[in-house]
Nanobody, 124 residues
Framework: QLQLVESGGGWVQPGGSLKLSCTVS????????IGWFRQAPGEEREGVSC????????YYADSVKGRFTISRDNAKNTVYLQMNNLRPEDTAVYYC?????????????????WGQGTQVTVSS
């Protein structure tokens, strides 16, 4: 059974950094693309970033471009989201999701397995 577990969330002051991890079990990471999504209180969930199976393709939402970096270590079955220069508007629950995609996507129906989420809070 495919399972995803996020970690690395927490509280940080504006301008700070956090590195989220998404560890996958039940399937070799090579077979799936991984997306990161987030949901702020009272808002719809939005796609933040994605990395393809072979790591050759990545996607970033405009709101995080230049600040967030997605990467994957297939040997550790883990995908990372390095988040720098965090802003209060980045506060949300962050989810990773796995999809059997040839390319990147942030369309939620493309992803069949989801983690439980990790809270990121950016405030002073």
């Amino acid at each position: 059974q495919l399972q995803l577990v996020e970690s690395g969330g927490g509280w940080v002051q504006p301008g700070g950094s956090l590195k989220l991890s998404c560890t996958v079990s039940g399937l070799t990471l090579d077979y799936v693309a991984i997306g990161w999504f987030r949901q702020a209180p009272g808002e719809e969930r939005e796609g933040v970033s994605c990395i393809s199976k072979d790591a050759r393709r990545t996607y970033y939402a405009d709101s995080v471009k230049g600040r967030f970096t997605i990467s994957r270590d297939n040997a550790k079955n883990t995908v990372y989201l390095q988040m720098n220069n965090l802003r209060p508007e980045d506060t949300a629950v962050y989810y990773c999701a796995a999809g059997n995609l040839a390319v990147c996507s942030t369309w939620e129906p493309d992803f069949g397995a989801w983690g439980q989420g990790t809270q990121v809070t950016v405030s002073s």
